[in-house]
């Protein structure tokens, strides 16, 4: 098994022609999307399937074979968005050392956080960029599993013939949201994945990823109470913001690009949010992704399907 972050990470990889598949899993649902690569503009999307799904249904080959089934024969760059668990993204300091003697360490540190054997974990990282002081023991995001978490999981996709070419947390594979939300090429934004209950906050552009947070402010919030939950949210992300200038040395974000799990919610939230924040709010809407308005309601996984199927492609290409 391959456990491929930091690959995709390190650079920014050139958008070439070919099919992949992007999948993104939440505790309860999972989306995958197909797209095809071009060589001069995003991604072009070809088809969706999403499935309901219990944690015990990701480790049946039945399940994805259902899954997968309508929309073709999977090709050969495929690639997983796995929420916590089984993958958990951390910020860990480590000094600076050779690549893979970085790895390692990492390894044995997230053995102590989590009381896991080094030879059960696999870990990855990407660095935290363009940091205003820099340390001694520079932060790093650490991508880690444990084996016995994510082996069964891999054996059942790939049980026919389906090679899995990337793996990364949900948080990563927003960032190249950008190459559809950002007309200035490398500019900053802030991702908001808004779920029933949570919310995901990124920062990033497609060469770097800056920071994530959580908010547990959801859509049901705003069903319930818009103005409190505007309030909630809105103070999350001015956190957020602040903790990112104080910290980072690149230029702001530009906008809040919001990715609700419905269409029908962007311009609700928006107008709830308003008053809250003075950063210029967009809606991120199926039509940019070249999702159809029919399957608008699976968009906040889709979203980061569609983003991870690009980056699938791409990693295919190149390697």
């Known amino acids: 098994m391959k456990f491929a972050i930091s690959a995709s990470l390190k650079k920014f990889l ?3 022609s070919g099919d992949a598949i992007g999948i993104a899993v939440e505790t309860d649902r999972v989306v995958a999307v197909r797209t095809r690569q071009r060589a001069s503009a995003p991604p072009l999307f070809l088809a969706l399937s999403a499935q309901p799904a219990a944690s015990s249904d990701l480790n049946n080959a039945a399940f994805w074979d259902k899954l997968l089934a309508p929309i073709g024969k999977p090709p050969a760059r495929l690639a997983l ?3 916590d668990p089984p993958v958990r993204l951390t910020q860990i300091n480590v000094p600076e050392m050779p690549e893979a003697e970085k790895r390692q360490a990492l390894t044995f540190l997230v053995s102590e956080i989590d009381g896991t054997p080094p030879e059960a974990l696999v870990c990855d990282y990407v660095d935290v960029p363009a940091l205003r002081r820099p340390s001694a023991e520079p932060p790093v995001y650490c991508a880690s599993a ?4 994510l082996r069964p999981l891999i054996e059942a996709i790939q049980s026919s013939d389906r090679p899995v ?3 990364e947390p949900v948080e990563l594979a927003l960032r ?3 190459w559809w939300c950002e007309a ?3 500019a900053n934004a802030l991702y908001c994945l808004v779920n029933a209950k949570s919310s995901r906050l990124v920062i990033a552009n497609p060469e770097r990823f800056y920071l994530f947070r959580y908010s547990r402010i959801g859509s049901d919030a705003f069903a319930e109470d818009a103005a409190g939950a505007a309030m909630a949210l809105g103070l999350d992300i001015q956190r957020t913001l602040d903790f990112y200038d104080g910290q980072f040395a690149d230029p702001p974000p530009q906008h809040l690009w919001l990715v609700p799990p ?6 609700p939230m928006i107008a709830a949010l ?12 199926p039509e940019p992704l070249g999702i159809p308005v029919q399957e608008g309601q699976e968009l906040p996984l889709a979203a980061a399907a569609v983003a991870l199927a690009a980056s699938a492609g791409a990693l295919g290409r190149a390697t």
């Open 81 to 83: 968005a796995l929420p």
């Open 146 to 149: 444990r084996l016995q978490d």
């Open 262 to 267: 419905e269409p029908g919610l962007a311009e």
């Open 184 to 186: 200035e090429s490398g």
């Open 176 to 178: 190249r949201l950008s």
């Open 274 to 285: 308003e008053g809250e924040l003075r950063l210029p709010m967009r809606a991120l809407t």
């Open 165 to 167: 070419a990337l793996i």
């Open 14 to 16: 050139n958008r070439t």
